[in-house]
């Protein structure tokens, strides 16, 4: 045998940064090490991952929201060596795979709504891009609505919905058939539908992006205004699925909501396998796939691959028998209660957003005139460096991995494993409260090492890329 993958493993082990620097993306490998987020993970269980020295982390990021049910889980294991051992085929292409069907079922079960025909693909952004043309033959219109600061994905249909020009500029033109509503705007939606070309209004329940919820009333109104508009409503739960928000799909806590697709991924793959799916009403789908000549009009090589399904089917089970819904409701109100008890002494922090897991903590320019200098001072130096002050501490003095919630936002954003425990919060709570009291003190060793690393930041960005 000629290949052997832990040997492989162990002949390069402790290159990763060097490789990345010189085949695959040395800008990402430079700002890895500027932040010190540039560990090589060797181990992965559950919310904790180990570097080669040893030291575990918390993973209060979980792959951006993948890691629902944690790494490397028994269960999902178990079934993809199944899988493997079994010698199922598996992208046969002229053939109805049987663990797609099965699936497809287990999703509608979950799902309900009359969303009655389920198309998987192999990432959000895929489905988010079948959506659109699903939206588009099924009424015939071209237009598509999407909100200011939403995220969709970033290939080219997804990224002319997406509302962060950070990720737009570069790559226009935009197509002019998506326009932008400001957020949570009822009125302009109402008025941007009554033009009569919009296809469908595309939103995420919960924007991933700065964790921006909507009003109460906004998703049910939402779904009443476009459909007396004779225009879709696409739900996208890529990032707020499968328990994410402490239910099944964040909108089974909207009230009435009728979507006509909802597109689905990340926490669906287990963590293994990269999978999505695009549920949508027969009527919809009637419209795409109209006749046999158009029985394959939308699809994919990879879309309906066996490790992928099974990687799927595994990890609702392990949803449903570890209750993670309730486990997610639970967690998420302690962070929240947690933070909200240090919030009076903490002036930085000015909102704590939580539905679920998925949280907020957001920062602003405090009353205290000493700690306002040292805001316009950072804020001078960088637009993202006071959360970067918050979560390079947590990573380094703490081990706990968590993110900015977008670029140019003071908002860090924690999006942990379903299965996090109370010792983690524990862990978690006492960690950024450090982390805090030393952002309070100003001057102090917190601002000394943001100067240093704001000046590295300037020094990087001019070399060459290496
Ligand atoms: C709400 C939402 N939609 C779509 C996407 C795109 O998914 P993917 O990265 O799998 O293409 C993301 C990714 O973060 C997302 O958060």
């Not at 085929?89 to 079922?105: D, K, R, Y």
């Amino acid at each position: 045998m000629s290949f052997d993958l832990r040997t492989l493993i162990a002949a390069h082990r402790g290159e990763a940064r060097a490789l990345h620097g010189g085949h695959v993306n040395p800008k990402w490998a430079k700002a890895l090490k500027l932040i010190g987020f540039d560990n090589e993970y060797v181990r992965a269980c559950g919310q904790y991952l180990w570097d080669s020295a040893g030291r575990q982390y918390l993973d209060m990021v979980a792959g951006y929201a993948v890691c629902n049910i944690g790494r490397n889980h028994p269960v999902v294991q178990q079934a993809l060596g199944d899988f493997l051992a079994s010698g199922e085929p598996s992208m046969v292409a002229f053939e109805t795979p049987l663990l797609s069907g099965v699936l497809a079922g287990e999703l509608k079960k979950r799902v309900g709504r009359g969303l009655d025909r389920v198309f998987f693909t192999n990432s959000g952004t895929e489905g988010i891009e079948a959506a659109i043309k699903f939206a588009r033959c099924a009424t015939g219109r071209p237009v598509l609505l999407f909100e200011e600061g939403a995220f969709h994905g970033l290939t080219t249909g997804a990224l002319a919905m997406n509302g962060c020009d950070s990720f737009r500029e570069g790559f226009e033109p935009h197509p002019e058939s998506f326009r932008a509503i400001p957020f949570n705007d009822l009125a302009a939606l109402a008025r941007e539908l009554a033009r009569g070309d919009v296809a469908a209004f595309v939103t995420e329940p919960i924007q991933g992006k700065g964790v921006n919820l909507h009003s109460a009333e906004f998703l049910a109104e939402t779904s009443r205004l476009v459909h007396s508009n004779g225009a879709l409503l696409i739900i996208d739960e890529v990032q707020t699925g499968v328990g994410r928000t402490g239910s099944f799909l964040a909108i089974d806590q909207e009230g009435a909501v009728e979507p006509d697709i909802v597109v689905m991924s990340k926490a669906l793959s287990g963590g293994y396998v990269p999978v999505g799916a695009v549920l949508t009403r027969t009527a919809v789908w009637d419209r795409v796939f109209s006749r046999l000549d158009r029985a394959i009009v939308h699809s994919s090589t990879f879309h309906m691959g066996g490790l992928a399904m099974t990687a799927a089917l595994a990890t609702l089970a392990v949803y449903d028998d570890e209750q993670l819904a309730q486990r997610s409701r639970e967690q998420g109100a302690r962070i929240r209660e947690g933070i909200t008890a240090m919030r009076s002494r903490f002036d930085f922090i000015r909102d704590i957003r939580q539905r679920g897991l998925m949280i907020a903590i957001e920062f602003a320019s405090p009353a205290r005139i000493s700690l306002k200098i040292a805001w316009k001072m950072v804020h001078a130096l960088n637009e993202n460096l006071f959360t970067q002050a918050v979560t390079m501490p947590l990573m380094q003095d703490h081990g706990i991995l968590c993110q900015v919630a977008g670029h140019g936002m003071p908002v860090l954003k924690l999006t942990p494993p379903l299965i996090i425990n109370d010792n983690d919060i524990t862990h978690f709570l006492g960690a950024f409260e450090r982390v805090m009291e030393s952002l309070h003190t100003f001057p102090g060793p917190s601002y000394d090492a943001l100067s240093r690393i704001a000046r590295n930041a300037i020094r990087t960005s001019s070399d060459s890329p290496s």
